[in-house]
């Protein structure tokens, strides 16, 4: 062997650096040329407090977006209920400017806003305070879905607040070249009640809130290219890749700068048979207040019932710079990669993961997994049951930092849940990426993303990145951290 395991695993070890997005993402126009002509809803039969709006989108949508390349869909701020579900289909260079509030009052299945096969897109708030409130505490798993966007390219969704769905709230589904970003996302503490699902290839998102009990920023299939950044998973489930199914095809995904508070995991890839792969895929600085779960890859997912196949694939997964703690180390194990015994994972990398228990206790589960880190079998074999083993606190482990906002709790099932305000900062030390909107962040067309900033004024804040390979941010900590290297791409304040 002319390699050593440390340089090979090094080598494989992937970076934040790594670009995962294969071009630019978001409209391909400034949001100028979609201001030609502004379809108002209260010029197609709309008006503020009017019992359901629905009837007026559609029409404007119908009658002057579709008719006028480079037009707003203009909802101004006030409140509106809505009854009658709309479908926006096929309209390119247009906006959908939702400055109010929609409350949902039917309980039709399906989604209240499909945005359908647009291009060249931007959904967003002006104000940073419109959004849709689905009340669903009066129908709860049955009734619509908040916002569904299905192949469209080259869009954005912005500055927009969801609010307690009575299923899912916003899902981009088999779309590509996306932005979305300063959302914040609340629902109730229940399953079925997803954040953010995305499939398709080239989505960016970064810098949203999610409070629910179920997904947070969930990838499903397929999914290609994705990069995930800045999430605040307040009392949330969780983000995840999966549950996966038979013909899976997942690779070159990035999440990193995840902060969970409460909730189910830090993350999970989710799977129980089904074939097809999930490949390439970096979790790089994770935090974790208090998760029942924290690194967490399943391939005997018991809440879904095991489907026909051997098992979905997974190589190279690189976990780096996690720290977080989980509530009950003897319940269940911080380190947990159990895999397809006929479909063992390989390179699954964990490097400077900290995890630790409320009650001080550790434990690694392993099972048809290989790679380096927990209780991984190094190189590549056939599948093997699973192995605990217990570990001690380990020495670079620190109890993660809070921030203010974080919720001690979810929120009822069965009472109406406030609108909230979104926040600007959605990681301990790093602010959001754009300025919301009505603090003058309307972006003016494609974005792409550049290497995290580390803080604001020049020095980088507690855990922020402060140097490595491309790295171009401040290299100062903020006192009294110092910046300490992980490895060639990245060195974070600690
Ligand atoms: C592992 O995944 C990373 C991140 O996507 C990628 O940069 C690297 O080339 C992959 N390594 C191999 C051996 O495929
Ligand atoms: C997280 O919790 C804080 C405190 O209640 C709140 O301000 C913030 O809006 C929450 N996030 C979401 C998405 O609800």
Not at 247 to 273: A, C, H, L, P, W
């Amino acid at each position: 062997m002319m390699w050593l395991p440390a340089t090979f695993l090094f080598l494989i070890g992937a970076t934040p650096a790594l670009a995962q997005l294969t071009g630019s993402v978001g409209p391909t126009t400034a949001a100028s040329a979609k201001r030609n002509t502004i379809c108002n809803v209260l010029s197609y039969g709309g008006s503020v407090g009017s019992s359901d709006i629905g009837p007026a989108i559609q029409s404007a949508f119908n009658n002057c977006v579709l008719k006028n390349k480079g037009s707003t869909l203009y909802v101004p701020a006030g409140n509106y209920n809505m009854a009658t579900w709309v479908t926006l289909n096929g309209a390119s260079q247009w906006a959908l400017q939702l400055d109010g509030v929609i409350t949902r009052t039917a309980t039709t299945g399906g989604h209240m806003i499909i945005v359908q096969n647009a291009n060249d897109f931007e959904m967003y708030s002006s104000n940073s305070a419109g959004g849709i409130q689905g009340n669903g505490y009066q129908c709860r798993n049955a009734g619509p879905r908040l916002l569904r966007v299905i192949t469209s390219t080259s869009f954005s969704v912005h500055d927009l607040i969801f609010v307690d769905s009575p299923e899912f709230h916003v899902i981009l589904d088999n779309s590509q070249k996306g932005e979305v970003y300063n959302l914040a996302i609340r629902g109730a503490d229940i399953g079925g009640s997803d954040g953010i699902d995305v499939s398709g290839s080239n989505i960016w998102i970064h810098d949203v809130e999610v409070t629910n009990r179920d997904e947070c920023v969930t990838i499903k299939n397929p999914s290609s290219n994705h990069l995930i950044e800045r999430i605040w998973c307040n009392q949330s489930g969780g983000s995840a890749i999966g549950s996966l199914g038979t013909g899976t095809t997942i690779e070159n995904i990035v999440y990193r700068d995840i902060y969970n508070v409460g909730g189910n995991q830090m993350f999970m890839i989710k799977s129980n048979g089904g074939d097809g792969y999930v490949r390439n895929v970096v979790f790089d600085n994770f935090l974790g207040l208090g998760t029942a779960y924290a690194l967490d890859i399943d391939g005997y997912w018991s809440s879904i019932s095991t489907i026909a196949g051997n098992g979905v694939q997974l190589t190279n997964i690189t976990f780096s710079n996690w720290d977080g703690y989980i509530v009950d180390g003897s319940r269940r194990a911080a380190y947990q990669v159990l895999c397809a015994d006929n479909a063992p994972c390989t390179q699954i990398n964990i490097e400077n993961v900290q995890l630790w228990a409320s009650n001080n206790v550790g434990k690694y589960a392993c099972r048809s997994a290989y790679g380096s880190g927990a209780c991984l079998k190094s190189g590549s074999g056939g599948g093997y049951s699973q192995v605990t083993e217990s570990y001690t606190k380990p020495a670079a482990y620190s109890s993660p930092p809070t921030l203010s906002g974080n919720l001690a709790s979810g929120f009822a099932t069965n009472s109406p849940i406030p609108l909230p305000t979104i926040s600007t900062t959605f990681f301990p030390g790093m602010p959001a990426i754009s300025p919301l909107a009505k603090n003058g962040g309307s972006p003016t067309g494609p974005s792409s993303p550049t290497q995290p900033a580390g803080g604001s004024g020049g020095t980088a804040a507690h855990y922020a990145q402060c140097g490595g390979q491309g790295y171009t941010g401040p290299t100062t900590c903020a006192s009294p951290y110092t910046c300490v290297v992980s490895n060639q791409y990245y060195s974070q304040c600690l």
